[in-house]
């Protein structure tokens, strides 16, 4: 009856409200969690053979842009970049503010407080997009590397494709388990440890199709070009097993 039903959305709220109450302590106002993320973030990098402090005031800039100001006073190219970037899902929150806000979002309860936590979250996931565009357009070179013929466009949702699975990100982690980070059931890092794990999985998985030539011959039909005959891939996927 609708007198059940409203009563399970006001607990919905009420717990969901309270887990994201103390995720926002124990993650968003921790000194240690922001710093424990960032080392993650540039491990994350490294593991792949990147470097994560390439472009790194632009990069920081198209995190930033997140807040409105911001956002208006990046340059022509910036600006072209993360419109791209957004068409392809990649100015998204990062996994432990998008986890803090889903248990927010229950409800009107948890939406007034999410009016506050909010801007908290996303200067939380400055660092968080700022990586992410670097392996992003780390991803767009290696591709370029391999196969200069491509063409722009594919390339970078190839790239995207790639970023997504070897990068974290909390639309990839498993439904059930959001649903039981949103009302606290399992630890605060619990959705970001997760990630870490599928993203190293995805990266040997890489690392390996480079080197066996697998990556060459999907990519090449994928992009609709030839299979390059030099070892650029080979030199690729040695370097990323080398990180891991």
């Given at each position: ?78 600006l072209k970049f993360r419109t791209r970037a957004i ?76 970023t997504h699975d070897t990068y974290p990100n909390y ?34 998985v890489l690392a390996k199709n480079l080197v066996n ?32």
């Amino acid at each position: 009856n609708q007198t059940t039903t409203l009563a399970g959305r006001v607990l919905k709220d009420v717990f969901g409200t309270a887990a994201g109450l103390f995720k926002v302590e124990k993650v968003l106002a921790s000194p240690g969690a922001h710093a424990n993320q960032a080392y993650g973030q540039v491990a994350s990098l490294v593991s792949q053979g990147i470097n994560p402090f390439k472009n790194f005031k632009t990069n920081v800039a198209i995190g930033s842009s997140q807040f409105g100001p911001v956002a208006s006073r990046l340059n022509i190219d910036d600006l072209k970049f993360r419109t791209r970037a957004i068409e392809l899902g990649m100015l998204q929150e990062g996994v432990a503010s998008s986890d803090i806000h889903r248990s927010f979002n229950q409800g009107p309860i948890g939406s007034a407080v999410r009016t506050v936590t909010g801007p908290v979250g996303k200067a939380f996931s400055i660092a968080d997009i700022g990586y992410r565009m670097r392996a992003w357009d780390s991803n767009m070179e290696m591709i370029r590397k391999i196969f200069p013929q491509a063409d722009g466009k594919m390339v970078e949702e190839a790239a995207a494709a790639i970023t997504h699975d070897t990068y974290p990100n909390y639309d990839k982690l498993n439904k059930s388990l959001r649903e039981l980070s949103t009302y606290g059931a399992i630890g605060q890092f619990a959705s970001f440890k997760l990630e870490l794990m599928r993203n190293t999985y995805n990266q040997a998985v890489l690392a390996k199709n480079l080197v066996n030539g697998s990556f060459v011959k999907e990519m090449s039909e994928q992009l609709g070009v030839p299979e390059p005959t030099g070892n650029a891939a080979l030199n690729e996927g040695l370097k990323r097993m080398a990180g891991l």
